[in-house]
């Protein structure tokens, strides 16, 4: 009997990716994701998307990396609340972490080789990203670094990590190379100005701890 693009997923997560995973120390999250919590307020992700389920069905696979020390520092500079807060800072699709350093998808075609494609990804791609970065310091390297791949929000979470860390300095340095970067790139001014405001933002942020409570 002819499978559907989901029924085929839906068996290599079930048979393949999820006692691959859990034997790992993933637990399953919602949809096709999988969390992992490692210590220091850190959570990895990994998410499976179909896409096109009717024609040409391909799989992506997206993962994250989330550090709770951040949450509030993000929270006040967005001026939301905590809960609101991004659950992973520093993540990206599989095919941008190998080279050629372009997105990819995986096609389904049957449920064995689509098993034997991802946990490829997994083992080769997304599993040692995961180790290698959950580590605040590590990941600001990354953020701030020259990688040949696209790191949403790394102008943002590079300062906002230092300032976790207690690097006032570094985060103003941060929030000012990020700034030369988005001008060599002809960026907008109003995101220029956001690394502006950014870089006063985590410079007041340590002001005001450091100002007694009013008794």
């Known amino acids: 009997m002819h499978k559907t693009a989901a029924e085929i997923v839906n068996l290599t997560v079930a048979n393949s990716l999820r006692p691959f995973l859990t034997g ?18 850190i959570t990895q992700r990994i998410v499976f998307q179909l896409v096109r389920a009717r024609e ?7 993962f994250g990396i989330g550090f ?5 520092i993000e929270a006040r500079w967005k001026s939301i609340s905590p809960a609101e807060a991004s659950n992973s800072q520093l993540g ?13 998808s995986l096609p389904v075609v049957n449920a064995d080789q689509l098993a034997e494609a991802c946990l490829d990804e997994l ?3 997304v599993l040692p990203f995961l180790v290698r970065h959950s580590d605040l310091s590590t990941a600001v390297e990354c953020w ?17 990590g230092r300032l976790a860390l207690g690097d006032v300095a570094g985060g ?18 109003d995101v220029i100005d956001e690394q502006k405001r950014l870089a006063a933002f985590i410079r007041d942020y340590r002001a ?3 100002q007694p409570e009013v008794p």
């Open 208 to 210: 005001a701890r450091r």
């Open 123 to 125: 083992t080769n791609n």
């Open 92 to 104: 990206d699709s599989v095919g941008h972490v190998s080279p050629p350093f372009r997105f990819r």
């Open 68 to 72: 709770e020390a951040l949450r509030p």
């Open 24 to 41: 790992l120390g993933f637990r399953s999250g919602p949809g096709r994701s999988f969390l992992r919590k490692v210590p220091g307020g």
């Open 172 to 189: 103003i340095a941060s929030a000012y190379l990020h700034q030369r970067r988005l001008e060599s790139m002809g960026a907008d001014a």
């Open 56 to 62: 040409d069905p391909e799989l992506n696979i997206y």
């Open 144 to 160: 701030d670094g020259d990688y040949p791949y696209g790191r949403v929000n790394a102008r943002i979470f590079g300062p906002l």
